[in-house]
Structure formats: structure tokens, C-alpha cells
């Protein structure tokens, strides 16, 4: 994922946090916040060291990362979204996380049904 792409000071997080909406299914929690002067999406991981070790972490924040990657095109342009993992994603795998991030974002409506609609 390019730089650019990525939430990464705590200011943008809070701002998310405090003015965007949240859903959340079991594995993850997603704030939404849209942004008009902007005509891409950013993404911010959060993985609390409650999830287990170093490298447990960074595996699940690599998944996170290729999931939404492969979505990107049905993610909807000028919001920023901030994805919280929670304990059981650390059993899960990569399709496991991919399929938890698509219903989550579904549930928030911020998935378009498919990519090919823009």
C-alpha cells in the first residue's frame, strides 16, 4: 500500500475516532470518515498488543493490508478508515480476514457491491 494511502499521526486517528462512524463485527472494528477535498480513501491499523506477540501483530496487520488491497477498487473514494483488530483475529487466516473485512465494510455501507460499477 502506497505511503501516502496509509492514516499515520495521531491527530488524523483522534479526528477519525472523535467525528467518524464505527461498525464492527466480531474479529474487527472500522471508523469511517468522509473527507470532500480528498478523491482517495486512507487506511490506519491499529493492533493492540493484546493480540499476542510481535510478529502475531505484524501477520495480522500484513492481512489487513492485502485485503484491503484486493478491495480497493469497491472501497468508496474520500473517506478515511481506521481498523481496529481485535483477539480473534490473531487465529485467523488470510481468507478468514478478508471475508471478516468485507462483511464488516459491508455492514457499514462503505463497500460497493462490485468493483466494476464506478
Not at 469511517?32 to 477535498?37: A, F, M, Q, R, V
Amino acid at each position: 500500500m502506497k505511503k501516502e494511502l496509509r492514516i499515520k499521526k495521531n491527530k488524523d486517528f483522534q479526528t477519525v475516532f472523535q467525528k467518524g462512524k464505527s461498525f464492527a463485527n466480531r474479529q474487527f472494528v472500522v471508523y469511517s470518515l468522509s473527507k470532500e477535498d480528498q478523491d482517495y480513501f486512507r487506511i490506519g491499523l491499529s493492533v493492540s498488543k493484546k493480540i499476542g506477540n510481535a510478529v502475531t501483530r505484524n501477520r495480522v496487520k500484513r492481512y489487513i493490508r492485502q485485503s484491503i488491497l484486493e478491495l480497493k477498487d469497491q472501497l468508496v473514494p474520500g473517506n478515511d478508515y481506521v481498523i481496529i483488530a481485535r483477539k480473534p483475529a490473531a487465529e485467523m487466516d488470510f481468507p478468514a480476514v478478508k471475508g471478516s473485512l468485507t462483511h464488516v465494510l459491508k455492514v457499514g455501507k462503505v463497500l460497493k457491491k462490485n468493483g466494476k460499477n464506478q
